[in-house]
C-alpha cells in the first residue's frame, strides 16, 4: 500500500461509504483510483483531514505524494490526534517545497514535521501544495501547541545567505531590511515575500480554514507570544506567537492572513 494512504485506510468502513459515495468498487482500500474518482465526484482539490476526505478550494491541487507517514528508517514523528485541530500554524521552511520536504524526511533523530507546504517546485517550475500528513496526525512543529494545531510550512527561506538561491525560485522577492517594530526581526537583512507566492499561500491558508471548519475562528493579527490556550482561540498564527525565540513569518504576516476577517471568503 502506497504509504500517502496508509491513515485512510485504518478507517475500511469509511473508505468503502466514500467508494460508494463517490461510485467506485466499494472494497474498502483507498488507493489511487478511489482518490482520482473522489477528486472527480467533489469536482475541486481534497485533502485528507482527520482521517477522511474533504474537498478543498485551493489555489492549485494537493499534492499527496510526499508523504512523512514514516522515514526510511522507520522513525514516525507524528502522534494520533484525539480531537479536531483548533488552529493553523504558520512557519518558513526550506528553499522551496521539495526541499523543505527532503530535510523533513532526512530528519532522523530531530523529530520535525509538518502537514503542509506551500511554494515553488524547482522541477516542475511551477506553485505547489504538498500534504504531507493527514491532519489527523499530529506533526511536530510547534511544541506544546502540536496536538492543537495544523503545521503549514511557507517554502522560501528568509536568510539573506540563501539570496542567490531564493531569487531564482522567487524573482518578485526582495533582500531588504526589516522595519516591524519587533526586536526579532528590526534591522534584520532578509527576504522579504513577493506577490505571488504571498497571494497563493493566502488563498490556501483561507481555503484550509474554511475546509477544516475554523472560519468562525479570527486570525491572529498580533505580533505577541501567546500561550497555547489563547492561540487555540484563533484559525491561523504565526510560529512567532508560540515562542519568543522563534520569528517566524513576522516579516510576512501582513501578506500571508493579516485582514482575512475583513476580507469576502477568497482574494
Same mark, same amino acid.
Given at each position: 500500500?502506497?504509504?500517502? $494512504?496508509?491513515?485512510?485506510?485504518?478507517? /475500511?468502513?469509511?473508505?468503502? =461509504?466514500?467508494? *460508494?459515495?463517490?461510485? +467506485?468498487?466499494?472494497?474498502?482500500?483507498?488507493?489511487?483510483?478511489?482518490?482520482?474518482?473522489?477528486?472527480?465526484?467533489?469536482?475541486?482539490?481534497?485533502?485528507?483531514?482527520?482521517?477522511?476526505?474533504?474537498?478543498?478550494?485551493?489555489?492549485?491541487?494537493?499534492?499527496?505524494?510526499?508523504?512523512?507517514?514514516?522515514?526510511?528508517?522507520?522513525?514516525?514523528?507524528?502522534?494520533?490526534?484525539?480531537?479536531?485541530?483548533?488552529?493553523?500554524?504558520?512557519?518558513?521552511?526550506?528553499?522551496?517545497?521539495?526541499?523543505?520536504?527532503?530535510?523533513?524526511?532526512?530528519?532522523?533523530?530531530?523529530?520535525?514535521?509538518?502537514? $503542509?507546504?506551500?511554494?515553488?517546485?524547482? /522541477?516542475?517550475?511551477?506553485? =505547489?501544495?504538498? *500534504?504531507?500528513?493527514? +491532519?489527523?496526525?499530529?506533526?511536530?512543529?510547534?511544541?506544546?501547541?502540536?496536538?492543537?494545531?495544523?503545521?503549514?510550512?511557507?517554502?522560501?527561506?528568509?536568510?539573506?545567505?540563501?539570496?542567490?538561491?531564493?531569487?531564482?525560485?522567487?524573482?518578485?522577492?526582495?533582500?531588504?531590511?526589516?522595519?516591524?517594530?519587533?526586536?526579532?526581526?528590526?534591522?534584520?537583512?532578509?527576504?522579504?515575500?513577493?506577490?505571488?507566492?504571498?497571494?497563493?499561500?493566502?488563498?490556501?491558508?483561507?481555503?484550509?480554514?474554511?475546509?477544516?471548519?475554523?472560519?468562525?475562528?479570527?486570525?491572529?493579527?498580533?505580533?505577541?507570544?501567546?500561550?497555547?490556550?489563547?492561540?487555540?482561540?484563533?484559525?491561523?498564527?504565526?510560529?512567532?506567537?508560540?515562542?519568543?525565540?522563534?520569528?517566524?513569518?513576522?516579516?510576512?504576516?501582513?501578506?500571508?492572513?493579516?485582514?482575512?476577517?475583513?476580507?469576502?471568503?477568497?482574494?
Amino acid at each position: 500500500m502506497l504509504e500517502q $494512504f496508509k491513515y485512510i485506510n485504518k478507517d /475500511k468502513d469509511y473508505v468503502r =461509504e466514500l467508494q *460508494q459515495e463517490v461510485g +467506485t468498487v466499494a472494497d474498502g482500500i483507498y488507493g489511487p483510483a478511489t482518490h482520482a474518482k473522489a477528486r472527480e465526484y467533489f469536482d475541486m482539490p481534497i485533502m485528507f483531514h482527520m482521517g477522511k476526505v474533504v474537498p478543498i478550494d485551493a489555489p492549485c491541487e494537493i499534492d499527496i505524494s510526499a508523504s512523512l507517514y514514516e522515514l526510511d528508517d522507520g522513525t514516525k514523528n507524528w502522534y494520533e490526534r484525539k480531537k479536531n485541530p483548533d488552529s493553523i500554524c504558520v512557519h518558513w521552511g526550506g528553499l522551496n517545497t521539495r526541499h523543505c520536504y527532503n530535510v523533513f524526511n532526512m530528519s532522523k533523530g530531530r523529530h520535525v514535521s509538518s502537514h $503542509f507546504l506551500v511554494g515553488f517546485n524547482h /522541477k516542475k517550475q511551477c506553485m =505547489e501544495i504538498l *500534504q504531507c500528513l493527514d +491532519t489527523g496526525q499530529a506533526a511536530y512543529h510547534a511544541g506544546k501547541f502540536n496536538r492543537y494545531s495544523i503545521g503549514v510550512d511557507i517554502c522560501m527561506h528568509p536568510e539573506a545567505k540563501y539570496w542567490e538561491k531564493t531569487k531564482g525560485w522567487y524573482p518578485d522577492a526582495s533582500l531588504e531590511v526589516c522595519k516591524i517594530p519587533d526586536s526579532r526581526v528590526k534591522g534584520r537583512k532578509m527576504v522579504m515575500i513577493g506577490d505571488e507566492l504571498a497571494e497563493f499561500s493566502r488563498r490556501f491558508l483561507d481555503s484550509l480554514r474554511f475546509a477544516v471548519d475554523l472560519e468562525s475562528k479570527p486570525v491572529c493579527e498580533s505580533l505577541d507570544v501567546l500561550s497555547v490556550s489563547d492561540a487555540r482561540e484563533y484559525s491561523i498564527v504565526g510560529h512567532h506567537n508560540l515562542s519568543a525565540r522563534k520569528w517566524d513569518v513576522i516579516p510576512w504576516v501582513e501578506k500571508l492572513y493579516y485582514g482575512l476577517d475583513d476580507e469576502s471568503r477568497f482574494i
